[in-house]
């Protein structure tokens, strides 16, 4: 019985040995060399893994930096026309529509509007008084000449007519206004003062206008504009106002038209900074001719800013410590200097470096976050071990005694 017991567990430990031996323990991979810190250096080791995760740009001279800023296209309101109703009125027939091209006096609607009809009334009594006076001032006239009427009747007479052709003149001139004449009809037609396309339309047959429905925040009954030229509204930076004056040339470059340029240039820009963006609102024009640009679409502007004497870098390059610009600048192969900097210029890509810099110096563009950090870190190890070593004790020497020995 022992010796079948044996024979079955022999096999058993015999396969464990094996395994074991199998198994080896792995072998310990080395730590790469940690980075030392002397004065404002951080010096890497040969070869360190860390290096390759570091970018390194060179600075150039500055002599202009690329700005984008962000921008909307919005109808060219020099060349827009907003309908509202003049007078009350319920729409009776609606002759536009939108994409229609209309020509300067075109009726985009008709309204039955018994106030513009006492508006034509009002012209046609002006009209008829004024005949009367006339005819009473060529009387009183008459009468004057035969020295059967005093010159104060008279004058009463001149002025009575000049008043009711005032009157009449008042009158023609409103109706006029709104393609009325002396005829009442009560019909009025709601017309393009410009040439131009229909590109809104808030109406409907039927419907019943109020003067008082137009105002801020109310949709006109038409828009008509010429969309062959748009405005582009720009939020620019205080930076920037110097570069964006009246007459300056921008670069429209819109997302969804990916590939096609545009350029405009600067009309206007406002004498005041919003308080809740801390921009400035600039205005310019774009000649849109092939019609590819619409209202309302987002795009970024690009100008070229003219920049003084400084160095360019990448704006990653750079990062704040404390209130401080700080930069890592390579002064040989796996040794970057920690440099405080003066910036003259900060832009989304790029920055302008006045002070700290010269041409030709790399600079850690890529990873810098990672660089401070590790700069910080070897600066701790450094502070640690320099507690951890005893200070050297202090030697004392005993002056000999000199006191005198009695002989």
Not at 47 to 52: D, R, S, V
Not at 120 to 125: L, M, V
Not at 295 to 305: P, V
Not at 352 to 371: C, D, H, P, T
Request: aromatic share 4%; with cysteine.
């Amino acid at each position: 019985m022992k010796i079948a017991s044996f024979s079955r567990a022999w096999p058993l430990a015999l396969s464990l040995c094996l395994l074991s031996a199998c198994t080896e323990a792995p072998v310990p991979v080395p730590e790469a060399p940690q980075p030392i810190v002397q004065g404002t250096q951080l010096r890497f080791p040969e070869g360190h893994p860390q290096l390759a995760l570091l970018t390194l740009s060179a600075a150039i001279p500055s002599t202009s930096v690329t700005v984008d800023l962000p921008a909307k296209l919005v109808w060219n309101e020099e060349r827009t026309q907003r309908i509202y109703p003049a007078f009350a009125g319920r729409v009776t027939a609606i002759t536009a529509d939108v994409g229609q091209r209309v020509q300067a006096g075109t009726p985009l609607a008709q309204l039955a509007s018994p106030d513009f009809g006492a508006a034509q009334a009002d012209a046609a009594k002006a009209q008829a008084d004024t005949h009367l006076t006339q005819k009473a001032l060529a009387r009183q006239r008459e009468l004057f000449e035969a020295g059967i009427v005093a010159r104060k009747d008279l004058e009463q007479t001149e002025a009575d007519a000049a008043r009711a052709q005032a009157e009449a003149a008042r009158a023609a001139a409103r109706t006029r206004l709104y393609g009325g004449g002396t005829h009442v009809s009560q019909e009025l037609a709601l017309s393009s003062s410009l040439r131009g396309v229909v590109v809104e339309r808030n109406i409907n047959p039927g419907q019943e206008l109020r003067p008082e429905q137009a105002g801020p925040g109310v949709p006109a009954l038409f828009v008509v504009t010429d969309p062959t030229s748009l405005w582009v509204q720009i939020d620019a930076r205080e930076s920037e106002v110097g570069t964006l004056q009246p007459g300056a040339a921008f670069e429209l470059i819109v997302p969804a038209l990916p590939g096609k340029k545009f350029t405009g240039k600067v009309i206007s820009a406002a004498d005041f900074i919003d308080p809740s963006t801390r921009t400035i609102k600039v205005r310019g024009v774009i000649n849109n001719a092939e019609r590819h640009l619409k209202a309302e679409m987002l795009a970024t502007i690009r100008f070229e800013r003219p920049l003084g004497i400084g160095v360019v870098v990448p704006a990653t390059a750079v990062f704040l410590s404390g209130a401080q610009h700080v930069v890592f600048v390579q002064t040989q192969t796996g040794v970057f200097e920690r440099r405080t900097v003066t910036l003259d210029y900060e832009g989304p890509k790029e920055v302008v470096i006045s002070q700290g810099l010269r041409v030709g110096e790399k600079v850690v563009s890529e990873n810098a976050l990672l660089l401070a950090r590790q700069f910080r870190l070897a600066q701790s190890e450094a502070a640690m071990h320099a507690a951890s070593v005893p200070a050297p004790a202090q030697t004392t020497s005993n002056a000999p005694d000199r006191k005198a020995v009695a002989p």
